[in-house]
């Protein structure tokens, strides 16, 4: 066991990994009642091609990875839902792009919550008819969001922005893809990507930090496993350019919903300099397109935003992008205001007190966070994927400079990287 203290967080971070592999950390809050857990693989949508240590190449369905997450609630004796409810836990999981988390939380009876959580990700219970059951309720689930204009404004983004890369690909795949899978099929996956060794367990809340490592350390000393091994995640290679500059679909809205962003070259770096540059490009976005910012004040007073305008960005294994949009009268408007801005902001510089006023407000958010047990824990675990550190945010934040905004957003900023997805009805 170690630890790693932050002072000018008041933190201290448990940490230690098992001999099978996993991960663990306990980050103890004294004085909060409610305890929230996750135990994380790294495995997503994007994993359909796969390379196992001493393996051949494997293709597996789109939509697997987030199929398995929902078998994986299911036991021989029930739900496992309705055991974390006896135990006064709430639970859930989530399948992203490159991971898979399954959680609770509790205000009591946090060790009983532990083991559950633990026992049921580290056992499958696949069977033929289970399997073919839950493809009806997954094409039920693609189906709707297929009618849901949010969901469709967004992916169709990136289905214009990726012509290669499985992150165009939707997270629960397509109808076709699902019901092609089989139960060997998820055995295969999980027997890859649910070994301890790719898994992280974190836990934070009002619980005494070195009893609860000395819990899942007994826990996972009771269970053998089979040795780890690297895992070679397989791409084809992706086009600079996108794949279509806009894409517009029809749905019944009563506005049109347009998002539009840039495409980035992948991301070569990983850990303190990936998070950097992220956060570089986010503390860029939000200095330009803020809602304190001259231009969203602008568009806002021309009737051509609502509250739900924002942007984003997204990296992750062989791929980054940034989203902004929402609501809007005219689209086409909206999108020429705000790239030409971008590329005036390129030309002219963002002003020094703006970028000052806009770090020190990413860091007020990042410290306000830290009272959240559900936020620290989601954050950790994408950080940790990146092979990043949550808690070393706010001196990456403080080492941002102005020049090194400016050089992202002339870097970002790429007109011939832009596409833009739009819904509208008919009469829009």
């Known amino acids: 066991m170690s630890t790693r203290d932050y002072p000018q967080l008041q933190e201290t971070l448990i940490y230690e990994k098992l001999d099978n592999g996993l991960e663990v950390f306990v980050l103890p809050k004294p004085g909060f009642t409610k305890t929230y857990a996750t135990f994380a693989t790294r495995y997503g949508s994007i994993d359909n091609r796969f390379k196992p240590a001493g ?17 994986m609630f299911e036991e021989p004796e029930g739900d496992i839902f309705a055991k974390f409810s006896t135990q006064g836990a709430s639970a859930n999981a989530f399948t992203s792009f490159d991971r898979t988390v399954y959680l609770f939380s509790a205000t009591k009876d946090v060790e009983a919550n532990v083991e559950t959580l633990l026992d049921f990700v580290q056992h499958p219970y696949f069977t033929e008819e289970n399997v073919e059951k839950e493809k009806g ?5 693609i189906n709707m969001y297929r009618d849901n204009p949010d969901w469709r404004v967004y992916f169709g983004l990136i289905e214009a922005l990726y012509r290669n890369h499985p992150v165009h690909i939707d997270i629960a795949g397509t109808a076709e893809s699902v019901r092609s899978i089989t139960k060997d099929q998820l055995y295969d996956c999980y027997n890859t990507f649910y070994h301890p060794s ?32 690297d895992i070679e995640r397989l791409f084809d290679e992706e086009p600079a ?3 279509q500059a806009r894409k517009e679909t029809k749905l019944p809205v009563s506005l049109p919903k347009c ?21 570089a490009t986010k503390v860029m976005l939000d200095a330009l397109l803020g809602a304190s910012s001259p231009l969203y004040e602008a568009l806002y007073d021309d009737n051509l935003i609502s509250d739900g ?38 030309e002219q510089g963002i ?3 703006t970028f000052e006023r806009t770090r020190r407000k990413k860091i007020g958010a990042y410290l306000r966070m830290l009272n959240s047990p559900e936020a620290i824990a989601g954050e950790f675990t994408r950080y940790r994927n990146k092979g990043g550190d949550l808690f070393e945010l706010v ?11 400016n050089a992202r957003l002339r870097e970002h900023a790429d007109p011939a990287r832009l596409a833009v997805s739009i819904v509208r009805g008919d009469a829009t």
Do not use: C
């Open 55 to 71: 393996q051949p190449e494997h293709r597996v369905p789109d939509g697997i990875a987030h199929f398995l997450e929902h078998k």
């Open 137 to 141: 309720i997954i094409v039920q689930e």
């Open 198 to 229: 790719n898994m992280t367990f974190f836990i934070v809340g009002g619980i005494d930090g070195e009893a609860t490592l000395a819990q899942i350390k007994a826990n996972q000393a009771k269970k053998s496993f089979p040795p780890g091994g």
């Open 241 to 243: 350019s996108v794949r």
């Open 259 to 279: 998002l539009f962003g840039y495409k980035e070259a992948p991301l070569s770096s990983s850990g303190e300099e990936a998070v950097r540059r992220e956060l």
């Open 309 to 346: 305008f924002g942007h984003e960005y997204n990296t992750g294994p062989g791929y980054a992008f940034s989203v902004i949009g929402g609501d809007t009268r005219d689209p086409d408007a909206l999108i020429e205001r705000v790239t030409s801005a971008l590329k005036s902001a390129a």
């Open 351 to 353: 002003p020094a007190a």
């Open 395 to 405: 001196s990456i934040y403080e080492r941002l400079t102005l020049e090194e905004i």
